[in-house]
């Protein structure tokens, strides 16, 4: 058990020349990367009695506290001081805002504000309200707000920023605004964090308005808004943006690459998506796991598999995520066995499946109706590996039963689920009943769709195909009208294709793109020639 610390020694002048004069703090000071290093030198500390002295201490919590650290060994360290200063409260606060537990920080704080002599200051206010925005309680953020207001640091600039983070990441845009004044002389970090706030709230013109706007943007303006574009789904107007930014020669980010990647693979446009991953190579962007992977998952989505498997062949594989890209790739695209075989030799490695990598060779078995393969991997999840099955697991099952005509098994599966079924997995199901012909239960799933979406018309859809599959045309011709007295309409289908570096959209019985008569004059010749060749052809 380490002894406890404490804080009687008189500081040092110079605490820098403390360090210096310390051979042992010096070596954490400039050579420690690693919690082992860490450890060792901490154990002389405490060997020598130095770790006794608070800026010692200090720096044993701060290397501890940071992102090559360890939180938990920092909370012990922590504990162990007996006195802490102001400096060590920020430290221990400001690293568990940032850790997987932001709740700790907030609990830190009022062990500050009720128990410790040492009350906080304008350092320590930002790491609670991040630790806030990280929780989504922004409703209990405003109470530290008003301290804030009522010490008068509300015009901070550091402590107005994070404010604006916390309100902007929670949706509470009216509290946001507030804060944010255009008209006053803010920092781009200010900016950038309503534009990310705006878009994340879908208002991307609005985003787009104060991007304009800014009077200098640096790299992170120019990704906020990217990437604001593509999760908004308005994957085009980030390439343009893309486009505009390189006419500005500014470098941009891998997180910029990453959500332009996102955007070709959701657009399918594989010579947008093929230049940007020669550009990262030309650029010599690091080719860590987070790159890989948008540039695999963008080939898979494109359809060019054998590229993606390429790319998963040659480059570094960190962590389990380009793994899981390459197996759900060749899952969807037709190659399922290469996807059953690639899980296979995932748990040759060191590496363990997760819930994700499950995922992807459960839909490879959904694809190839291996029912046998699919009961034997939702096994192996549950009692090898002790995974929790999500909703998505089930619906792979429910699909590869569902088509092998095992349907009673598939509702079985589906109503003794531990978990909350979706309108998707009784979707599922009934798209099976009307493979299969069975009305009855047909009914019963398109029912639970209904009821868990009202507002989707596919419930009323797929039980009128189910009807007309079975020559009930009046039963289907009512599940049609039932949609057009609630005022639900079919969202028509939609298809991308890319010609010559440009994406086209076309939408089911469309005649809106410019070239619509020509495509449907080819269509027509097409029809032509197909019904010479085969009569049969309807």
Partial sequence: MLPCFCSLKPYPTSITKFISDQPYLSLLENNCTTMKDLKKIHAHLIKTGLVNDIIAASRVLAFSASPAGDMNYAFLVFTRIESPNLFAWNTIIRGFSQSSNPRIAISLFIDMLVDSSVQPERLTYPSVFKAYAQLGLACDGRQLHGRVIKQGLDYDQFIRNTIIYMYANCGLLNEAWRMFNEELELDVVAWNTMIVGLAKCGETDESRRLFNKMVSRNTVSWNSMISGYVRNGKFLEALELFQEMQGEKIRPSEFTMVSLLNACACLGAITQGTWIHDYIVMQKFELNGILVTAIIDMYCKCGNVEKALQVFRTCPKEGLSCWNAMILGLATNGCEQEAIQLFRELESWSLKPDYVSFIGVLTACNHAGMVDNAKSYFSLMTERYKIKPGIKHYSCMVGVLGNAGLLEEAEQLITNMP???????????????????????????????????????????????????????????????????????????????????????????????????????????LKVIMLQKSPTIC
């Fill in 419 to 525: 978990i909350n079924e979706d309108a998707i997995i009784w979707g599922s199901l009934l798209s099976s009943c009307r493979k299969h012909g069975n009305v009855e239960m047909a009914k019963r799933a398109a029912k639970h769709v209904i009821e868990l979406d009202p507002a989707e018309s596919s419930g009323y859809v797929l039980m009128s195909n189910v009807y007309a599959a079975t020559r009930q045309f009046e039963e289907a011709i009512k599940q049609r009208l039932l949609m057009k007295e609630k005022q639900l309409e079919k969202v028509p289908g939609c298809s991308l294709i890319e010609v010559n570096g440009e994406v086209h959209e076309f939408v089911s019985g469309g005649r809106l793109h410019p070239q619509a008569k020509e495509i449907y004059s080819v269509l027509n010749e």
